[in-house]
DNA sequence: CATTCGATCAATCAGGAATTGGTTAGACCA
DNA sequence: TGGTCTAACCAATTCCTGATTGATCGAATG
């Protein structure tokens, strides 16, 4: 318990060296890092271990290379594994992405997406992604237009009835807002009357009240892909 | 600009609940959304608008019923739509998921990515996750094959290489530990030496390595069924 | 009975003070 | 000359306090 840890600080100079990794050793084989993963500030510690700072601090890296241990400024010292980044974080994502990936990403998870809701969607899901079709041919601006759309395919994810597979898809969703926002639209006028989707935007409908998965994955699939054709020709929307 | 908004307060009492609805969207009109979108707090607005606080919150209710504004204890009151859930918040996911989801989740997003790490996978991705094979066979604890397995395939997610995707990934990975961590894991004295993981993963590698698609999707696909078919039988990890 | 007004609550935000790892410069010693 | 210690400062983070703000309840009012 009252193991001394600060007795050896009159080693030999020769020694001084080991003697703060040995004792840094020491002090967090006697801590119960489970309950309390976190070590005091070095100048508490340095100060308990006998040892200088800069000392200290070289012990500290040792162990941080070793993998045993992690620091952040302001936020301490602590014992295990470094926490994965907050990749969570939108605007961190965001800024690590550019528009080829969120197109890239789009054409992996929401054929995916269709497919579980091709096997799960209930009546009421399939009368939302209805209505949001139906808005979506009434919309007089292309910003309603695009409002429906996105209403649209978050209909498609949220029958896939997989919250946490919604959840992913509302992260893409925003990670693709937030890297398409700095973009210019150049024809905003355009209100879009007829559009190609309409029809593709039925087809996956259907298929999803069919149940046909294999039909609602290939018209989310194609979709996309005549989408990302558009924007190819003219890089406006994503 | 100085439109009167105030002086239809004196109208008949008959009429007053259609008044405070009406200013309020007479104010609203009036007032630069794009620039600020949010309304001033009801004591204010009340008080400019004259009318009581019940009243306009009446009428404050029925425009966030019709989807016109939205609003939020310490925030305020805001024009437009609600902005979507901060989804990204890994606490929200995981009180709404349960390990049934993460794992069909799992199913359905890792051997997509497996097939993407084999069409883009570097070199250095590959001794990665020779590495992490390497680690996991030297185990001596279960918890560090634990560890030595996320990091295999993490190391899959990064050679899809696609930040957006890993980035998701990272997100799925630290809901599935957030859902687990409230489960006992009732064999944790097991170092488990052999383990049929071990040529699954082997397999992964293997495929990806040689750029087969199908089976780098296909062999994660059977490595995850196998996982889930072991925790099926007794239900700690997952 | 409905409305209004006041008080209170809980969530949020804004600001500053304190904490903490990281860095640098100078003193000190061998 | 080279290494070490000390002090100071920097920047990121946390913590605390007070003010805002929407939500809610109760008494007064008419």
Known sequence: M?????????ST??????????????FIAQKDVDADPRLPPERELCDSLGVSRGELR???AVLEAEGHLWRHVGKGTFVGQRPLEDSADISTLASQTNPSEV???RLLLEPLLAREAAMNATSGDIEEMRLCLRRSRQAETWRQYENWDNHFHRAVAQAARNTLLLGLFDTLNTVRRAVVWGRL???LKAPSPDHHSFAEHEAIATAI????????SRGMRQHLESVA???ENRGDEL
Do not use: C, V, Y
Not at 13 to 26: C, K, N, Y
Not at 209 to 216: H, I, K, P, S, V
């Open 2 to 10: 009252d193991k001394p840890i600060a007795d050896f600080g009159d």
């Open 13 to 26: 100079d020769r020694q001084s060296a080991h003697s703060a990794l040995t004792q840094l050793r020491a």
């Open 58 to 60: 070289k012990a500290l």
């Open 103 to 105: 197109m890239r990403t």
């Open 185 to 187: 639209r150049p024809n």
């Open 209 to 216: 009240e069919n149940r046909d998965l294999d039909g609602a």
């Open 229 to 231: 054709r558009k924007l």
